[in-house]
């Protein structure tokens, strides 16, 4: 090598150096579109699938509850005589939402049912009377010269429930039927024992209300061990209604849920036991209730105006009349109008149908008409259509 002879040196020009960031930033925009892409189907299928669930679960939660609408256990031969203002069932349509913010659902349907609640177990007679004494029947009193009121020993029993936890669940006030015999009685005293619980027979508190009920007289047959038992709360009324609840800090307003409250029934209004209150939905944006008597063909309350509202207009002169109007027709003979009748959903077969309409939890602009300057949410529909198990028992 020659002497002064320098190498030139290898590397990029500063040229070069601004063509390869250009074409590198490049390829990183089109990368970043195609993650945003990405990451927004995602999103907006998430979104989907999950207000589709929300759907789904609280229609099969309505399927399984209406299916109890009705069901009366405190006399198998007639049913509760009932107050025409809080009938056995009922809708009130397009009921103002409280606290509903401006891009909330404004009006929803109210649906009301009377039903007479079972305990989600049976029991067997583990011991009967004090003691060693047997609790004796109405005819043994009889017999024995015995005075009324009855002893303590001829109505207390002890019920095996099966666990603790179903143990605890029987409360003075419910309701107890012997299976052997149907007889029903209500629970004066009750005292759980482990598996156990120690009752009292008395009178049903509501049986001057409803017209059912035990009276607190001894039971006609005697109920000898193991015979089976079943609970219930008398005389229960059940209420669906969109309500605003305050589950995310980031909506001061609330969100939109599907509620489920039941109470005792009184006569009037309906009364809810805020501790039997459950959320069967959030996100809700529509929740509507129409029937029909002619397999479908109409929907009555369907095209009642948004404005009609109320138990006389929006249901006795609204849903009801309408419903009145098919039977006219399709009713079958003697049973053509609901008129008189509060608990005419055991005499008459009517289709019931509900609209469920959930939206998703981010408003996107992606769900927007003007994606460019406006956001919204998306709202998915579905719908139940159901004869509830007990309308229209007469036919069977």
Same mark, same amino acid.
């Given at each position: ?11 990029? @020009? ?43 679960? @609280?229609?099969?939660?309505?399927? !399984? ?38 891009? !909330? ?24 009377? #004090? ?21 303590? @020993? ?44 120690? #009752? ?27 015979s089976r038992v079943m609970f219930y709360k008398p005389a229960q009324m059940v209420r669906y209604s969109v309500l605003m609840k305050f589950y995310d800090p980031q909506k001061p307003t609330g969100i939109p849920c599907l509620v489920r409250d039941q109470g005792t029934y009184t006569t009037g209004s309906f009364t809810p036991d805020l501790s039997q ?12 209730? &129409? ?11 369907? !095209? ?14 609204? #849903? ?26 055991? !005499? ?19 769900? @927007? ?7 919204? &949410? ?19």
């Amino acid at each position: 090598m020659a002497k002064g002879y320098r190498c030139p040196r290898a590397g990029f @020009s500063l040229v070069e150096l601004l063509v390869a960031v250009m074409f590198i930033g490049i390829l990183m925009a089109g990368m970043a579109n195609v993650f945003k892409s990405s990451v927004t189907t995602l999103a907006t299928s998430s979104e989907g699938l999950s207000s589709a669930r929300r759907n789904r679960m @609280s229609l099969d939660l309505l399927y !399984d509850d209406l299916n109890t609408a009705g069901m009366y256990l405190s006399n198998l031969s007639a049913p509760p005589v009932l107050d025409p203002n809080n009938p056995a069932f009922y809708i009130i349509p397009n009921v103002a939402i409280p606290g509903a913010a401006g891009d !909330d659902p404004q009006t929803a349907d109210q649906l009301f049912f009377y039903l007479d609640d079972p305990l989600p177990f049976e029991g067997t007679i583990s011991a009967t009377g #004090i003691g060693t004494t047997a609790a004796r029947s109405a005819s043994q009193l009889v017999l024995a010269g015995a005075v009324t009121p009855p002893a303590n @020993s001829d109505i207390t029993f002890t019920i095996d429930c099966g666990s603790a936890p179903y143990a605890n669940l029987v409360k003075p006030g419910y309701s107890i039927i012997f299976k052997d015999s149907w007889e029903t009685f209500s629970l004066l005293t009750t005292s759980a024992t482990g598996q156990t619980v120690t #009752i009292t027979l008395g009178s049903a508190p509501n049986v001057a209300m409803t017209g059912v009920g035990s009276t607190g007289a001894s039971p006609k047959a005697q109920h000898t061990i193991p015979s089976r038992v079943m609970f219930y709360k008398p005389a229960q009324m059940v209420r669906y209604s969109v309500l605003m609840k305050f589950y995310d800090p980031q909506k001061p307003t609330g969100i939109p849920c599907l509620v489920r409250d039941q109470g005792t029934y009184t006569t009037g209004s309906f009364t809810p036991d805020l501790s039997q209150q459950s959320i069967v939905a959030e996100n809700i944006s529509g929740f509507k209730a &129409y029937l029909s008597a002619n397999s479908g063909l109409l929907w009555a309350g369907y !095209d009642l105006p948004t404005a009609t509202t109320g138990f006389n207009t929006g249901w006795s002169n609204g #849903i009801l009349s309408e419903l009145n109007t098919q039977l006219v027709t399709a009713g079958r003979p003697n049973f053509q109008t609901t008129t008189g009748n509060q608990t005419w959903i055991r !005499d008459i077969p009517v289709l019931v149908r509900l609209d469920i309409t959930t939206r998703t939890a981010t408003k996107r602009s992606e769900y @927007s008409a003007t994606p460019l300057t406006t956001t919204a &949410y998306k709202n998915f529909t579905q719908s139940l259509v159901i004869v509830p198990r007990h309308f229209g028992l007469t036919m069977n």
